[in-house]
């Protein structure tokens, strides 16, 4: 998703669901990163050079822009996200130190109640700084997640609860999650598609025959 759109609207259906506590805060997003991490722990190598359902991004490539997303979003707010390992600026780090430094940095701030709960004005009226990451880079995680497991050939389904929440995440972005730098246009879908392809198709991806 662009960074645009991360920083500056957030989804009305999170209005009345924004973390109250810090807890809260790093708990809702804990739920979400570990399978995001689970995933990148299970590709292989040669995995990570593997073309992504995001044109022209491999596997790396997605977890780079997983990762430098929430890093921005964060400095533009004055705090420092960065750590030691940077897919950016290495290219030849390992992914999975990356993801993993960075989660532990992730855990350390969200820990901390005046960055969780640090206020800014979006479109859609005050909220925090945490209430941001769990519903904007949270949508990043569970859709990215699926991304670089069918980039590696692993099977990771939706939950129904990830299903519902990305549901949500689309009706509030409006026609906004078709801009430029966040989802292809939706794909048709045939009469008996299920539930995840269609929820795929809306976001312009398809199931990949080896996924």
């Known amino acids: 998703m662009s960074e645009s759109i991360k920083t500056h609207r957030r989804a009305a259906p999170y209005r009345e669901g924004m973390t109250s ?19 990148v722990a299970r590709v292989p190598t040669a995995g990570w050079d593997a073309p992504s359902p995001c044109e022209g991004w491999s596997a790396r490539d997605v977890l780079a822009h997983v990762i430098h997303s ?13 750590t030691s390992v940077d897919l950016d ?12 430094a960075h ?5 350390e701030l969200l820990a901390d109640p005046a960055v969780a709960g640090m206020e800014y004005d979006g479109v859609f009226g005050p909220t925090t700084v945490g209430a941001s990451i769990v519903a904007f880079h949270g949508f990043d ?4 997640r699926w991304d ?6 692993l099977d990771e389904p939706f939950t129904d609860d990830e ?3 990305i549901e949500r995440s689309a009706d509030g972005f409006g ?5 430029d730098g966040v989802c292809a246009p939706a794909l048709p879908v045939t009469d008996g598609a299920d539930r995840h392809e269609r929820v795929l198709a809306r976001l312009g991806r398809r199931v990949p025959a080896r996924a």
């Not at 790093?26 to 995001?36: D, I, Q, T």
């Not at 989660?103 to 855990?107: A, K, S, V, Y």
Request: hydrophobic share 45%.
């Open 21 to 39: 506590s810090t807890a809260d805060t790093l708990g809702s997003y804990l739920r979400l990163a570990e399978p995001f991490g689970s995933v």
């Open 70 to 82: 929430q890093r921005t979003f964060l400095a533009d707010r004055g705090v420092d996200a960065t």
């Open 89 to 100: 600026a290495d290219p030849g780090a390992d992914p999975v130190e990356a993801w993993r």
């Open 103 to 107: 989660l532990d940095r992730m855990r």
């Open 141 to 144: 995680l569970v859709v990215h």
């Open 148 to 153: 670089i497991a069918a980039a590696a050939g």
């Open 163 to 165: 299903l519902d929440m």
């Open 175 to 179: 026609d906004h999650l078709y801009d």
